[in-house]
Every structure is written in structure tokens, then in C-alpha cells.
T-cell receptor, first 115, second 112 residues
Framework: ETGVTQSPTHLIKTRGQQVTLRCSSQ?????VSWYQQALGQGPQFIFQ???????GRGNFPPRFSGLQFPNYSSELNVNALELDDSALYLC??????????????FGPGTRLTVL | GDSVTQMEGPVTLSEEAFLTINCTYT??????LFWYVQYPGEGLQLLLK?????DKGSNKGFEATYRKETTSFHLEKGSVQVSDSAVYFC???????????FGAGTRLAVHP
């Protein structure tokens, strides 16, 4: 069984640029969630995609957007990068069963540095 | 709103010492509770979970019991190893779509 994978591993951008991060969900999982983890802090929820639709969103501005594809892989796009966007971006997949007990499995993350 | 509070770190222990990392939560209802671990330079790994009150989650010698009365989910291990050095996060799902809310994390350093 293949786990959650993310690409790229590391990325360096400058302020104002745009970035796309990618995530492949674990086999059999149809839900993908994205989190931002600033240095020394816990992850913060950005949004979630379920069957190609945004299913929930955290307190992030609209310049954070996403997509989910028919194979359940996902992209996170960030426009007009700011210095504070420097963080580890984590993708997690899960398979909702209708119960509030679904476990999320995380990928290794993409480290984004904005200069 | 829902929240998770963890004891502040870092926690520094000698090998084979007993570990406790405190976690308390505020939540509507009785959500599942999780402990995740993050090793240096890596993503999060699920360490253990409990899905209802009085459940005990366990994995790799770590244990945590879901205490509804004290709204706590403290992580324990009887004898830590150097390889347990990592950051530990307590978390709970919130909202209809089960977004995870994390504590700030507790860094554990185990010395030989």
C-alpha cells in the first residue's frame, strides 16, 4: 500500500511569486486535507477536498487555493507569496466512513521558503 | 471553539526514564483523540488514537487513555529511548469535515 506522497520536497520562491504543491493520496482514500506548519508550531488547517470539491476551509485568505483530481491527488496553489508563507506544507489523506473517527495520514511535507 | 492544550517543552529525559506529556482538550461532544509524532525533518506520523471515552490507545510502547471526566489524553511511555526524540502533537477532529486541531507540540529530547 502506497502512502501519501508530496512534491517537491523543498522549494525557494521570492515574494509575489506563485507556487504549486502536489500531493498523492494513500491508495483508497478520497479525501485530502492541507495544513500549514510554521516553524515551532502545530499544523494549521488550510482546506479539505472530497471528491474534487472543497469540503471545508480554515482561516486562510483566497490566495490559497486548491484542486483535487479524479484520481484524488491534489494541488495547493498559493498566489502573491508573502514572507509569512514560509512553512512546511503538509498533505493528509483519509477515507470518510460517515463517522467522526476518520484517521488522517500525512505525507512528508513540502518545505517552502519565501525570500 | 474546540481546542487542544499541551504541556510546554522541551522535555529532556535520560534513556529508560518514564515519560508523560500532558494534553487537555475542549470540544463539543466526544471526538476521537490522536497523538502524532514528528521526527526531525519529517512529516507527521500517527502514533496512536482513541475513539471513545475510557479507550486506551497504544503503539510502540506509548499509551494514552481518553479521560472524559478530566478532558485529558496524556501520553505515557514507561522507558524512553534515544530514538523517541521527536516532537509530539495531540490532536482532535473538529467541524463536520473533521479538520484536525493540533496542540502546539511538545519536543522530547532523550539522552543516553
Amino acid at each position: 500500500e502506497t502512502g501519501v506522497t508530496q512534491s517537491p520536497t523543498h522549494l525557494i520562491k521570492t515574494r509575489g511569486q506563485q507556487v504549486t504543491l502536489r500531493c498523492s493520496s494513500q491508495s483508497g482514500h478520497n479525501t485530502v486535507s492541507w495544513y500549514q506548519q510554521a516553524l515551532g508550531q502545530g499544523p494549521q488547517f488550510i482546506f479539505q477536498y472530497y471528491r474534487e470539491e472543497e469540503n471545508g476551509r480554515g482561516n486562510f485568505p483566497p490566495r490559497f487555493s486548491g484542486l483535487q483530481f479524479p484520481n484524488y491527488s491534489s494541488e495547493l496553489n498559493v498566489n502573491a507569496l508573502e514572507l509569512d508563507d514560509s512553512a512546511l506544507y503538509l498533505c493528509a489523506s483519509s477515507s470518510p466512513s460517515g463517522q467522526a473517527t476518520d484517521t488522517q495520514y500525512f505525507g512528508p511535507g513540502t518545505r517552502l521558503t519565501v525570500l | 471553539g474546540d481546542s487542544v492544550t499541551q504541556m510546554e517543552g522541551p522535555v529532556t529525559l535520560s534513556e529508560e526514564a518514564f515519560l508523560t506529556i500532558n494534553c487537555t482538550y475542549t470540544a463539543t461532544g466526544y471526538p476521537s483523540l490522536f497523538w502524532y509524532v514528528q521526527y526531525p525533518g519529517e512529516g507527521l506520523q500517527l502514533l496512536l488514537k482513541a475513539t471513545k471515552a475510557d479507550d486506551k490507545g497504544s503503539n510502540k510502547g506509548f499509551e494514552a487513555t481518553y479521560r472524559k471526566e478530566t478532558t485529558s489524553f496524556h501520553l505515557e511511555k514507561g522507558s524512553v529511548q534515544v530514538s523517541d526524540s521527536a516532537v509530539y502533537f495531540c490532536a482532535l477532529p473538529s467541524g463536520g469535515y473533521n479538520k484536525l486541531i493540533f496542540g502546539a507540540g511538545t519536543r522530547l529530547a532523550v539522552h543516553p
